[in-house]
């Protein structure tokens, strides 16, 4: 097995999803590796670490990608690019500190009234 020549990697593994979207049905195969044994993380444990991983990518990293649209920045600047990141995860709070669920209706609300507090 050719894994076994990678240091640190304890299994290699395949997850086959189905999904549908838009009434149509997609079958994506993906692969990974991972450096917990068989016996430190058995299928069921990898698929359930797999999801983990999607859950944080899909609620903290959409958000920035989507919402903020933080991948259509064009600031380069260290400086600069690390001052909008933080006051891109200050805005991806305001929901949970204003109680104006989802964030797109926060960034909404705020935006048309940036001085605007909400009680």
């Known amino acids: 097995m050719i894994y076994l020549e990678w240091p640190g990697v304890g299994q290699v593994f395949r997850i086959k999803r189905r999904r549908r979207y838009w009434g149509k049905e997609s079958i994506e195969v993906v692969r990974g590796f991972t450096s917990l044994s068989p016996k430190q993380a058995d299928a069921g444990r990898l698929l359930k670490l797999s999801r983990g991983h999607w859950g944080v990518e899909n609620s903290l990293h959409r958000v920035g990608d989507v919402t903020l ?20 995860n200050a805005v991806a709070r305001l929901p949970r500190v ?7 209706a926060a960034t909404k609300y705020f935006g048309r009234a940036p001085g605007r507090s909400h009680q």
């Open 69 to 88: 649209r933080e991948d259509e920045c064009q600031v380069r600047h260290c400086g600069i690019a690390q001052i909008l990141a933080a006051l891109r």
């Open 98 to 104: 204003s109680g104006i669920q989802p964030l797109v």
